[in-house]
């Protein structure tokens, strides 16, 4: 168990809809990053937040969006979705945002968008 | 970002030292050396990160040449539970540096 804790683990829903994703980091970490893992595409950055504050972007698209809250929980949020959107998504903590620091993942949410 | 390099995949045997190859030729001084490892249907795992001396582990070791221009993770005796992808990532030592997964190497075990 890592102590990231990733919510909902898994997640149909419709082209078109909205879905957030949940995780709560390790306690302490001030550190969150998403990931998307599809098949083809390997685990590709997202985005990273630090203590509230995003600190680096990756791939992610317009229709996505993130925030950290005060209390270091983060959300992704997914909207107008699209069959591609079908993927796994993992939150990473880590006490650092950057350099020597080990990242935590979750389990990840598999979305299966239909 | 740098850039790492690694085979597509790999073979062991079980209980035998396994010795996974990353080459990073354009590594800045300042980015550190990390793996990570995925099992099947789980999220990534840290194993082992350095800069410039040879670091171990609980996991494993980490041998860093000389001119860092390359690495070598060492799984001292391969299990069936080591069979995983194994991701070699550069990352900066500043703020807001990413951490980026390649393709990894695939290493599959023999009973």
């Known amino acids: 168990d890592s102590g990231v804790t990733q919510t909902p683990k898994h997640l149909i829903t419709a082209t078109g809809q909205r879905v957030t994703l949940r995780c709560s980091p390790r306690s302490g970490d001030l550190s969150v990053y998403w990931y998307q893992q599809s098949l083809d595409q390997g685990l590709q950055f997202l985005i990273q937040?630090?203590?509230?504050?995003?600190?680096a972007k990756g791939n992610i698209l317009e229709r996505f969006s993130a925030q950290q809250f005060p209390d270091l929980h983060s959300e992704l949020n997914l909207s107008s979705l699209e069959l591609g959107d079908s993927a796994l998504y993992f939150c990473?903590?880590?006490?650092?945002?950057?350099?020597?620091?080990?990242?935590?993942f979750g389990q990840g949410t598999r979305l299966t968008v239909v | 970002d740098a850039k790492t390099t690694q085979p597509n995949s790999m073979e062991s045997n079980e209980e035998e030292p396994v010795h996974l190859p990353c080459n990073h030729s354009t590594i800045s001084g300042t980015d550190y050396i990390h793996w990570y490892r995925q099992l099947p249907s789980q999220g990534p795992e840290y194993v082992i990160h350095g800069l410039t001396s040879n670091v171990n582990n609980r996991m494993a070791s980490l041998a860093i040449a000389e001119d860092r221009k390359s690495s070598t993770l060492i799984l001292h005796r391969a299990t069936l539970r080591d069979a995983a992808v194994y991701y070699c990532i550069l990352r900066e030592s500043g703020a807001n540096s990413k951490l980026t997964f390649g393709k990894g190497i695939t290493l599959s075990v023999r009973p």
């Open positions: 937040y630090y203590n509230g504050e995003e600190r």
């Open positions: 990473a903590s880590s006490p650092r945002d950057s350099g020597p620091t080990e990242a935590f």
